[in-house]
């Protein structure tokens, strides 16, 4: 049973440019949680997603960042016009349906650097 | 303001040591605890969750206890061993919604 997969590992992007990150949850998972750890701080929550739902927005930044969990395919965290503030791990998250109790399955995390 | 401490930030203790790490939160009205381990460049392993319900949660050499009315947990480790060095985080889920506020984590060296 495979674990949560984020792709890529790591992404190197110029400032302007858009990043992309890729989580596709754990099988018979479908709840999808993104988090940043940027550079000597701790994991940060930015969103909750069920299929094709945002649950949970608070921890996202108010602008250029986005985040979808379609019915179909991986949950994707969309950052636009990237800044060198951007450069963090965001990892990912899942947990299966049943409620609060249910533990969560981080992936491996992207490394995101913005040069 | 809901917050997790974790103290010491690092410890370094010598094989065969029993580890204690610690973690402290501000508001008792927690929904559940989670005990991650971290390697360098690498994601978080679930250790163990303890439910608001449970006093401790037990797997191998591993032990977690929760102090509500105090806002304490306690990651025990036994017999520690090299291939215990890792970053250890703590983090509590004080919403319905599963959102996990994270402590600083504790980093931990086992010398042979």
């Known amino acids: 049973n495979a674990g949560v997969m984020q792709n890529p590992r790591h992404l190197v992007r110029r400032r302007g440019q858009e990043a992309r990150l890729r989580c596709s949850p754990m099988?018979?998972?479908?709840?999808v949680y993104w988090y940043r750890q940027l550079p000597e701080e701790g994991l940060k929550f930015m969103v909750y997603l069920q299929k094709e739902n945002i649950i949970d927005e608070s921890g996202m930044p108010k602008e250029r960042f986005s985040a979808e969990f379609p019915k179909e395919g991986p949950s994707i965290l969309r950052i636009q016009q990237v800044v060198r503030g951007d450069s963090a791990a965001y990892f990912c998250?899942?947990?299966?349906?049943?409620?609060?109790?249910?533990?969560?399955?981080f992936g491996d995390g992207t490394r995101l650097s913005i040069l | 303001k809901q917050e997790v401490t974790q103290i010491p930030a690092a410890l370094s203790v010598p094989e065969g040591e029993n580890l204690v790490l610690n973690c402290s939160f501000t508001?008792?009205?927690?929904?559940?605890l989670q005990w991650f381990r971290q390697d360098p460049g690498k994601g978080l392993t679930s250790l163990l969750l303890i439910q608001s319900s449970q006093r401790e949660q037990t797997s191998g050499r591993l032990n977690a206890s929760l102090d509500k009315s105090s806002g304490r947990s306690t990651l025990y480790i036994a017999a520690s061993q090299p291939g215990d060095s890792a970053t250890y985080l703590c983090?509590?889920?004080?919403?319905?919604?599963?959102?996990?506020?994270f402590g600083g984590g504790t980093r931990v060296l086992v010398k042979p």
């Open positions: 983090a509590v889920n004080w919403s319905a919604g599963n959102k996990l506020t």
């Open positions: 099988k018979g998972h479908s709840h």
């Open positions: 998250a899942s947990s299966p349906p049943g409620g609060v109790n249910q533990p969560q399955h």
């Open positions: 508001d008792s009205a927690i929904y559940n």
